[in-house]
């Protein structure tokens, strides 16, 4: 059995569950200023990517363990099939919940921390392919851990094409009005960009629009746009929140409006807009969504979650998009909120996939050991990957999905590493389509800071969510870990080479939470 050296962020994080639960409450007001020596986190930068920090990453391999001084070491048994299968995810929510709450000086809860979300919430620079479906990139870099390599699969769908040449969309919007939805941010955030998002959708379009509090109401059946923008602007600005957050009924109420308005060759789609902190009737995912269940199953209505608030119920909005073939969001911001209504939100309105499954097998005479990062409540059976009635991912035009796995070749092999394949059906006619690519070992970057600057982002990205996730339970950190001060800087120098907003923001967040943590290393 292998073993892994815990990190030092580790005990910081268990001291900061001791002082108070703060990774639950926060950390009080204010970013702190480390006054410590930054030498002492170690970490010197090779190859442009920073060098993990001391006792950082996977031990040596089989016979090779790398144990603790103190003799506090994490232990991992890696399956030794050699498949690995999921469904596509695109939500991007963990990460956006991430960085406002470390923005607001508190670490976000492990259980929140998807890393898949993370990785997911940043451009690519993957080939796109002429019609529906996907193109596959395999790439890979090794860390500066002996014989572990990060190997990056990535899908991408077509462009997205001109506005008016995608099918019109029928969308119900299910608003929460509850109490909570008075805190700057929620409700206002969301009738600012609803009356954005109107004036940007088609004139052959519609919309319908139910709130619910402790009950639920349809206020504005399904409705054209073409003439009736006015009256649409009028139900959106009448919202006023009240109440408890019966969250049950109005997605019940939403999904019986989407029904009753559904409109053939249109794409349906019912859009949540709460901070999920469900207080009356259901609460359960599985129990609300059983009562739309054949309404999704028959008429394939997605369901599109958006969340909001500084408290937010993270684990049900993710479990409801989940269930309702769907996918989540979370805002913050003016700019957030912008850009998932009137950017993201139009992507989604064309389906180019539908039950889009991934599956990479790794080649057993060159790989040891391998872990997919994230995913953790995305997997499928192996044996179901060409199963087409199980379940999988809907994509539509523009987006891309990246999954990175944690490799250890066999020492000195050379060859063949990996072939990566994603299975989808169309979503009109429902055959089954295929592609795949291939990574061999010679393809990959001596180094991480060999690799293209996207490359780097994911890496960074995802070093970043496992360092956030190490209070949570006893898991393998990634190979090669740097330190947070370390990666915020490479952070930085990323967001200077790309010129991406996005990537600067990372830097932040990264910021903020090794500030957070400086308070506790002095």
Request: hydrophobic share 35%; aromatic share 6%; proline share 5%.
């Amino acid at each position: 059995m292998e073993r892994y050296r815990t990190r030092g962020l580790r005990a910081a994080l268990l001291a900061l569950t001791a002082a108070g639960g703060l990774l639950l409450t926060g950390c009080g007001g204010g970013d702190g200023g480390g006054s410590g020596s930054r030498a002492a986190d170690g970490g010197s930068k090779e190859g442009g990517f920073p060098a993990p920090a001391p006792g950082h990453g996977y031990g040596g391999g089989t016979g090779g363990a790398d144990d603790d001084q103190d003799g506090d070491a994490r232990e991992f048994t890696p399956e030794r099939d050699h498949l690995s299968t999921f469904a596509l995810d695109v939500d991007t929510a963990s990460y956006g919940y991430a960085r406002r709450t470390l923005a607001e000086g508190r670490l976000p809860d492990p259980s929140t921390v998807r890393p898949e979300e993370f990785v997911n919430s940043f451009r690519q620079d993957y080939e796109r392919p002429d019609g529906n479906g996907f193109t596959v990139t395999v790439d890979g870099a090794r860390t500066a851990r002996d014989d572990w390599s990060l190997v990056r699969v990535g899908l991408a769908t077509r462009p997205a094409e001109d506005p008016g040449e995608r099918p019109p969309a029928a969308l119900t919007f299910v608003i929460d009005i509850s109490g909570s939805m008075a805190e700057p941010g929620r409700l206002d955030l969301a009738k600012d960009s609803l009356g954005v998002m109107t004036d940007r959708l088609r004139d052959d379009d519609s919309v319908a629009l139910v709130t619910f509090s402790d009950e639920a109401e349809t206020v504005q059946p399904m409705t054209r746009l073409d003439g009736n923008r006015d009256e649409i602007h009028d139900a959106i600005d009448s919202l006023e929140p009240t109440d408890s957050t019966n969250l049950g009924a109005g997605v019940e109420t939403g999904y019986e409006t989407a029904v009753e308005g559904l409109r053939e060759g249109a794409t349906n789609r019912v859009v949540l807009v709460s901070d999920a902190l469900a207080n009356t009737g259901d609460t359960d995912a599985d129990a609300i969504l059983e009562r739309i269940a054949s309404e999704r199953r028959e008429h394939g209505i997605t369901l599109f979650g958006v969340g909001v608030g500084s408290d937010y119920g993270d684990a049900l909005m993710e479990r409801l998009a989940d269930r309702g073939d769907g996918h989540t969001a979370y805002v913050s911001t003016d700019d957030d909120a912008r850009k998932v209504f009137c950017e993201d939100l139009p992507r989604t309105i064309e389906l180019t996939a539908r039950d889009a499954k991934a599956q990479v097998a790794f080649d057993p005479a060159t790989v040891a050991e391998f872990r997919l990062i994230g995913y953790d409540n995305r997997q499928v059976a192996d044996d179901d990957f060409r199963d087409d009635s199980v379940d999988g991912g809907e994509t539509g035009p523009g987006h891309t999905v990246t999954a990175l796995y944690a490799v250890r070749t066999e020492p000195g092999t050379e060859g063949h590493l990996a072939t990566a394949s994603v299975r989808w059906l169309d979503p009109e006619t429902r055959a089954p389509h295929e592609e795949s690519g291939r990574l061999e070992t010679d393809a990959l970057h001596d180094s991480l800071g060999d690799a293209s600057a996207r490359f780097q982002v994911t890496a960074t990205a995802a070093y970043f969510a496992d360092a956030l996730r190490e209070g949570e339970a006893r898991r393998p950190s990634l190979p090669g870990a740097p330190t947070l001060r370390d990666l915020g800087e490479h952070a930085e120098d990323l967001a200077k080479e790309t010129e991406d907003r996005d990537v600067r923001q990372l830097a932040e967040a990264i910021g903020h939470a090794d500030r957070m943590l400086d308070r506790y290393r002095d």
